[in-house]
């Protein structure tokens, strides 16, 4: 186990190492100035120069690069050129929101797929396993921000059981944060739980028709005994995998959701970076990002000897 756990622990590292380089290459060696780029034609020398010497583009690229990575470990992301703050400060405030919502939507992902998939496996051809899957179509083709509008007319105009949107501050106490929450992970939960069922279900139905199921069933167990005791662990393999990648996207791909309910997440602020050519805002959000999608594979990874001890020799 801990030649396991040393060998993802060196993945991720050397993942990290990679991905930091492609970024800074992507942004600081591609052909322009990045100082012009971010000021506009209209920048005048000095001012060029002066920004220039704010964003370490004086000296030679591997001790920019050396110069950044050795900040990123030690925390400190650079100075934003637009909020004139610490990079850090801002992307552990709007973290603050990021998180704990794609959480939230994960959380209500997993519990709506797992008992829908596996219904939807037990009773495989039967009216429910079509409706269940005719309902999952729908919430996969159904388009986000619209379900995310329809929901803020329900709850928060007609019932006015939850907030339509902005977030009060986790100050105000945990429960009118996740509540403020609610809405949005909803929105965001309901496509992802749609596909996670159908890999849940299909995962589970390939476990069903394995010989060792068979024996179990044969030596006495029901579907269900034979399912939970010996079938759930090797079904869990491929949902592993997709809720790695669900959880990534809820981090940074919910921007949409994000301007709907007026909440400063991590995905507003890249946008807002982008349109305003702050590329040092950009440069430590992508790699924030990247260090989460590596994390998660990690403990994904990690959760595949847990499930499988047979992956642990691998």
Same mark, same amino acid.
């Given at each position: ?18 991905? $930091? ?76 929101? $990021? ?66 949107? $902005? ?75 997709? =809720? ?12 949409? =959701? ?16 982008? $349109? ?39």
């Amino acid at each position: 186990m801990l030649a396991f756990l040393t060998a993802r622990l060196l993945t991720m590292i050397a993942s990290l190492l990679v991905a $930091s380089l492609v970024i800074f290459v992507m942004l600081d060696l591609v052909p322009g100035d990045p100082a012009s780029l971010m000021l506009g034609l209209n920048a005048t020398p000095e001012a060029l120069a002066a920004l220039r010497e704010q964003l370490g583009l004086d000296g030679p690229w591997p001790q920019r690069y050396l110069a950044w990575v050795t900040g990123l470990v030690q925390g400190d992301f650079g100075l934003s050129y637009t909020y004139r703050v610490p990079v850090s400060g801002l992307i552990a405030e709007r973290l603050a929101i $990021s998180l704990p919502l794609a959480l939230y939507a994960l959380a209500l992902t997993v519990l709506i797929a797992f008992p829908v998939g596996m219904i939807a496996a037990a009773t495989r051809r039967s009216w429910s396993d079509v409706g269940i899957m005719g309902l999952t179509q729908l919430g996969i083709a159904m388009p986000n921000f619209w379900f995310a509008i329809q929901l803020q007319v329900l709850f928060a105009l007609v019932l006015r059981w939850l907030p339509a949107g $902005s977030f009060p501050g986790w100050q105000a106490g945990i429960v009118p944060g996740l509540t403020a929450l609610t809405l949005p992970a909803i929105a965001l939960a309901l496509p992802q739980a749609s596909i996670l069922a159908r890999v849940m279900r299909s995962s589970v139905l390939e476990t069903l028709h394995q010989d060792y199921m068979r024996s179990a069933r044969a030596k006495g167990l029901s579907a269900a005994g034979a399912l939970v005791k010996h079938g759930l662990r090797n079904a869990l393999i491929p949902v592993l995998t997709i =809720i790695g990648l669900q959880f990534a996207f809820l981090l940074a791909g919910a921007i949409i =959701i994000e301007n709907v309910f007026y909440l400063s997440g991590l995905g507003n602020l890249i946008f807002k970076a982008i $349109s305003a050519r702050d590329l040092i805002v950009v440069r430590s959000c992508v790699m924030v990002l990247v260090f989460a999608v590596i994390a998660v594979n990690t403990l994904v990874d990690l959760a595949y000897g847990l499930v499988d001890p047979r992956l642990r020799r691998r």
